[in-house]
């Protein structure tokens, strides 16, 4: 019984031994990789081969995923006698085995063109039956710092609290940022306070020896960028001449207003004034003439009441008077009576008496004046 028990502690040994001195990877690089992206990396696997190891030679590069319930993302794998390097659509023509011959115990890859994507931990993983080994690489893609904006902000004037600030838009953190000035001695003012990680730099009461030129470095594990700010503190401003150039800003626009709106009163009151004056009776028109009309009515009614009171036999002698059958027009009434025309000649008169003899009766007939009305 025992006998027994020492064969299979024997047997034990030899297979534990046979393991140990079969396949094995070499490499002993454990630390983690930096590297910058668009830079070229080798993901080191060296790998040792037993005579037991006579089994088909497996190699597969694959990504290990952060999340255990996920699964690893192959790479690219060597699998009889044929390497598949379009394994990953993500990195299809940028990773490739370092040698043309992997079976020779060379798996290292080398991946080209880094992106910040490409960071995880990969894992090498060599199988030749019955030996199978694996091992485990951290690789960090670091994008370096992108060329860092400088700018002040708050008023640069003297007395005032300045803000320095140096921002990169792009960069891996950690990202440190330095500030230095490269003028006028080239020491930082005394009321300063620098903030490494923020990127800023505080400067209290800022006096005239804080103008000058700073330049501010942004940094990071792969690379270094840099920005200049110019600074000009200038003095404070007069408030009491910006305070009466104001005042005396405000009186001429008030005057101005002021001679506007007289102007446009003094020509309304213009324009009222010549209306009225247009719309007014002067003095110096004579009055309508209406004393045509009254001659005219008087003549003609004084006229049939002639007619009417004579015979037949003094009508020949009435129709002899021809100023009493002519109305006089507008222009006679207007003439000044030593210009009024006298009456045509006549025959001779006939008498009283004879007018009696010859059988007619004597008329009276109204006198009037040159201008027509009776008397």
């Known amino acids: 019984m025992e006998l027994r028990v020492a064969r299979l502690c024997f047997v034990l040994l030899s297979l534990s031994a046979g393991l140990i001195s079969g396949l094995d990877i070499t490499s002993t690089q454990s630390t983690p990789i930096e590297k910058a992206s668009g830079q070229t990396v080798k993901l080191d696997c060296q790998f040792t081969l037993a005579p037991e190891d006579s089994g088909p030679l497996d190699i597969e590069w694959s990504l290990v995923s952060s999340d255990n319930q996920k699964e690893d993302k192959v790479v690219i794998l060597y699998s009889g006698?044929?390497?598949?390097?379009?394994?990953?659509?993500?990195?299809?023509?940028r990773v490739h085995f370092n040698s043309a011959d992997p079976k020779n115990g060379d798996a290292s890859i080398n991946l080209t063109g880094l992106k910040s994507t490409d960071s995880g931990t990969y894992q090498c993983k060599v199988k030749k039956a019955p030996g199978?080994?694996?091992?485990?690489?951290?690789?960090t893609v670091m994008v370096k710092p992108s060329k860092p904006r400088c700018y002040c902000e708050g008023p640069t004037q003297e007395?005032?609290?300045?803000?320095?600030?140096?921002?990169?838009?792009?960069?891996?953190?950690?990202?440190?940022?330095?500030?230095?000035?490269?003028?006028?001695?080239?020491?930082l003012p005394a009321a300063s306070v620098l903030d490494p990680v923020g990127g800023t730099i505080n400067v209290r009461n800022a006096s005239a020896s804080a103008s000058?030129?700073?330049?501010?470095?942004?940094?990071?594990?792969?690379?270094?960028?840099?920005?200049?700010?110019?600074?000009?503190i200038t003095p404070p401003?007069?408030?009491?001449?910006?305070?009466?150039?104001a005042i005396?800003?405000?009186?001429?626009?008030?005057?101005?207003?002021?001679?506007i709106l007289?102007?446009?009163c003094r020509a309304r009151h213009r324009k009222k004034y010549e209306k009225e004056i247009c719309n007014e009776i002067r003095e110096d028109v004579p009055p309508p003439k209406s004393r045509v009309s009254t001659a005219r009515s008087f003549t003609v009614g004084s006229q049939r009441s002639s007619l009417g009171s004579m015979s037949p036999s003094n009508l020949h002698e009435y129709a002899l008077k021809p100023q009493y059958d002519k109305i006089p027009s507008s222009e006679e009434f207007d003439r000044p009576p030593s210009q009024v025309p006298l009456p045509p000649p006549t025959g001779a008169k006939m008498a009283g008496p004879n007018l009696s003899r010859m059988g007619g009766i004597a008329v009276m007939i109204p006198a009037q004046n040159r201008d027509g009305s009776i008397v």
């Open 159 to 187: 007395g005032k609290d300045i803000t320095l600030r140096c921002k990169s838009s792009e960069g891996t953190n950690p990202l440190q940022y330095s500030w230095e000035k490269i003028s006028d001695g080239k020491l």
């Open 262 to 264: 007289f102007c446009c």
């Open 132 to 139: 199978i080994r694996s091992r485990k690489m951290l690789l």
């Open 237 to 245: 401003p007069n408030t009491a001449g910006i305070i009466a150039g």
């Open 248 to 259: 005396i800003a405000v009186l001429l626009i008030l005057i101005i207003i002021a001679i």
């Open 212 to 232: 000058g030129t700073y330049r501010c470095t942004a940094t990071n594990p792969v690379g270094t960028e840099e920005c200049i700010l110019h600074l000009n």
């Open 81 to 93: 006698d044929r390497s598949y390097e379009d394994y990953f659509p993500p990195m299809k023509g």
